[in-house]
């Protein structure tokens, strides 16, 4: 194991983990390669140069529109031109009007991305088309009740700016209401500011202290994303849920992929590890389970301490990030968690930057988005295979594991994981007690048989001797002695006599 394998394919410099203005924060794919602050910079920059273009081509499409406009008139018209001159006048006014009516408009959206506390009325609108069944819905409100109460439990020990925080909170809330329809980027962008402006004010209130408006702003976090999540996780104005679907069918093709190929060093035949290993996937995927981004990256987090745990215990020496990443990878494609590319996404648009460019749960987010742009792009090279053997294992006309004798495998692999094993123990106590079931059915069976049979012979025998001693009943005659035959040889009944005296 402890062998040093130039033979490893996945390698990351840990430099190339961090933005690439080279601000020290750590950067994301998701903002090719930027940090939070910086992407937000370059992101408000390119959307401003977008809006300015806009502008300049709708005035252009205008311009020329017009132009058609007063050319296809006076060309069909005959009439001298000083009567065609008034109603040209009044369609170009009228024109104008339209477009200034335009820009207003365009303005108050521009606004609206970057005030997202804009003081628009909150407008209820009624839940959209799909109505989530009663069960769920009441889950959700019983959480959201819950994260409100806990929010206003912890403003309550801040007192005034307590006071403010909630207002802002609220109305930042209600105005989210209006902007279902912006994408993705913009609801990122909105909540972002909101953030940004929330904790420069409470900066300037704590003079200055980054612990306090840390602690704050994660409640303010936790209050704002419990309510959002439904309408921002997985939008239908993006093309999260297909990168969620692409990664799982790549992850299901890579399921071939063995510890070994990975390099990763880790023991599963030691149970601490194979624990960690355990923990680790059930901690990834957990993380869909949870509304807040920060209490996603904290599953993150626990599922890489499992990780070093097991790397750990395994090289008995603290685990280094070369040994980190590949097994990172290693345990997302055993976890294959669920709408990943979307955790990811919302992470990155809706964390609490300052989470997201420093600290642990920064760097092993980091490292998550990594590992998935590793997965994408595994290849034979990677994996130290043959680029025929990854072919031919990607299609599935080969496995890697079927190569010798299948069943000297299926021992290794038992002795090897200790899960598989217990598979197998388990599967062996299931055909035994299949048997068994088996025996009890058939013997059942013929008790049952047996007993019908009984039945019919009993009734046979009965109606059998029934038979051969018919059971007669002869009618009595009226007289007692009538069926004295010699009734005539016997003396006369005695007659009564009377005696005198
Ligand atoms: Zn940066």
């Not at 996945?10 to 750590?26: A, M, N, P, R, T």
């Not at 390119?46 to 205008?62: G, M, N, P």
């Not at 279902?180 to 202290?209: I, P, T």
Request: proline share 5%; aromatic share 8%; with cysteine.
């Amino acid at each position: 194991m402890s062998q040093r394998p130039e033979r490893r394919g996945i390698h990351v410099d840990q430099s190339e983990l961090l933005c690439k203005k080279g601000c020290g924060y750590y950067g994301n794919a998701a903002w090719q390669g930027l940090c939070s602050k910086c992407w937000r910079e370059e992101y408000q920059r390119a959307r401003q140069r977008q809006i300015q273009e806009d502008w300049a081509l709708a005035e252009k499409l205008q311009r020329e529109e017009e132009a058609a406009y007063v050319s296809s008139h006076s060309s069909s018209q005959t009439q001298p031109p000083q009567s065609h001159s008034q109603p040209s006048l009044a369609t170009f006014s009228k024109f104008e009007e339209k477009k200034t009516n335009e820009k207003t408009r365009k303005v108050t959206t521009v606004k609206k991305f970057f005030s997202p506390s804009s003081r628009t009325a909150p407008k209820k609108e009624s839940h959209e088309g799909k109505t989530p069944s009663p069960s769920i819905t009441r889950q959700s409100s019983i959480e959201t009740d819950r994260a409100s109460q806990d929010f206003m439990e912890f403003l309550k020990t801040l007192q005034k700016p307590g006071r403010e925080i909630q207002k802002q909170s609220r109305a930042f809330i209600d105005s989210m209401g209006n902007k279902k329809d912006l994408g993705a980027e913009e609801l990122s962008e909105c909540v972002q500011d909101f953030y940004q402006g929330m904790s420069d004010r409470l900066l300037n209130h704590y003079k200055g202290s980054s612990e306090k408006v840390d602690r704050v702003m994660d409640q303010v976090e936790k209050y704002i994303m419990t309510r959002l999540y439904k309408s921002v996780f997985c939008p239908e104005t993006s093309d999260d849920e297909k990168k969620d679907l692409a990664t799982q069918r790549r992850i299901r093709a890579l399921h071939w992929v063995t510890i070994q190929m990975l390099c990763v060093p880790v023991d599963e035949e030691i149970p601490e590890v194979s624990d960690s290993v355990v923990k680790a996937i059930t901690d990834v995927i957990e993380m869909d389970s949870k509304r807040v981004p920060r209490d996603k990256l904290a599953f993150i987090t626990s599922c890489s301490k499992h990780i070093f745990n097991a790397i750990r215990v395994t090289k008995n020496e603290p685990a280094s990030a070369d040994d980190f990443l590949p097994t990172l990878i290693y345990i997302v494609l055993k976890a294959n968690p669920p709408r990943l590319q979307s955790n990811i996404q919302y992470i990155t648009r809706f964390c609490n930057p300052s989470r997201l460019m420093t600290g642990e749960d920064g760097y092993y987010f980091t490292n998550l988005c990594c590992a998935v742009a590793f997965i994408e792009k595994l290849d034979a090279h990677s994996l130290n295979l043959s680029p025929e053997d990854f072919e031919r294992y990607m299609s599935g006309q080969a496995s890697p594991r079927r190569q010798d004798d299948p069943a000297a495998w299926l021992q290794s692999g038992s002795r090897f994981n200790p899960a598989l094993s217990q598979i197998h123990q388990n599967l062996s106590v299931l055909s035994n007690l299949e048997k068994r079931q088996q025996q009890v059915i058939e013997g059942a069976q013929s008790l049952q048989t047996e007993l019908a049979e009984w039945q019919d012979s009993v009734a046979h025998e009965v109606q059998e001797i029934l038979e051969r001693y018919p059971l007669e009943i002869k009618s009595r005659a009226s007289a007692i002695d009538a069926e004295n035959v010699e009734n005539d040889r016997l003396p006369p009944p005695l007659q009564p006599q009377v005696f005198a005296g």
